[in-house]
């Protein structure tokens, strides 16, 4: 859990015990994220870090400085190896969990970074801006992949196959473009989607939609 007062606590999701209370943010703490095995937890804070910590024992085992604003948002990979932090200051970074050491750092959104998720496999990050976009990265290289226009969200998760990425206001299709190396086209879920403020099927108009019900994420990659 994610506090305002710069700690973290861990609970016993069985009986509600408080497990551990983890202190060494220097301000308040916006996001975490536990590593699938359990045994680590990333927090990220408006003191510009990323810690990570031992679940078992609440020790920190990694302090990781680098961004130069508010750290908003991280995620750990599949595999535990990676962990990404998405920051005010408009990227997002890739670090090695066991040493600390900086990978990757992805610059391309206009704005803060709201936002990240890592694909399960592990080769791609995805990114969330106000500037009303979504990106995926490869994590390898650090380069852009593609880039969802009109897109404003504040959440980000990865199906477990990795075929959808989930949006607060929709779902994306991911599918692998063979002729390249990865390419993920970002395609809608089915053939009713959305455009503008009209639900569409193959191109017609089906169903106008009052204010209250549209959606703040639309757009296409062609």
């Known amino acids: 859990m994610a506090s305002d007062d710069k700690t973290v606590r861990l609970w016993d999701t069985g009986t509600g015990a408080a497990l551990q209370t983890l202190e060494s943010h220097t301000r308040d703490v916006w996001d975490v994220a536990l590593s699938p095995d359990g045994k680590t937890v990333a927090s990220a804070s408006l003191d510009e870090t990323v810690r990570l910590w031992d679940t078992g024992t609440g020790a920190v085992l990694q302090t990781l400085k680098g961004h130069t604003h508010y750290v908003r948002a991280v995620a750990i990979s599949p595999d535990g190896k990676t962990v990404a932090s998405a920051s005010f200051d ?119 939609l009052p204010f209250e019900y549209r959606s703040s994420c639309s757009g296409y990659i062609y």
């Open 90 to 208: 408009g990227t997002v970074r890739l670090w090695n969990t066991e040493t600390g050491a900086a990978l990757q750092t992805v610059e391309g959104h206009t704005r803060d970074v709201w936002a990240v998720a890592i694909s399960p496999d592990g080769k791609t990050v995805a990114s969330a801006s106000p500037d009303e976009t979504v990106r995926l990265w490869d994590t390898g290289t650090g380069a852009i992949l593609r880039t969802v226009e009109n897109c404003f969200t504040q959440s980000l998760v990865f199906s477990r196959n990795g075929s959808y990425l989930e949006t607060s206001h929709r779902v994306l299709y991911i599918q692998s473009d063979s002729t390249k190396s990865f390419a993920p086209q970002l395609q809608p879920l089915s053939t009713v989607f959305l455009r503008g403020n009209w639900i569409t099927q193959g191109g017609a108009n089906l169903l106008w």
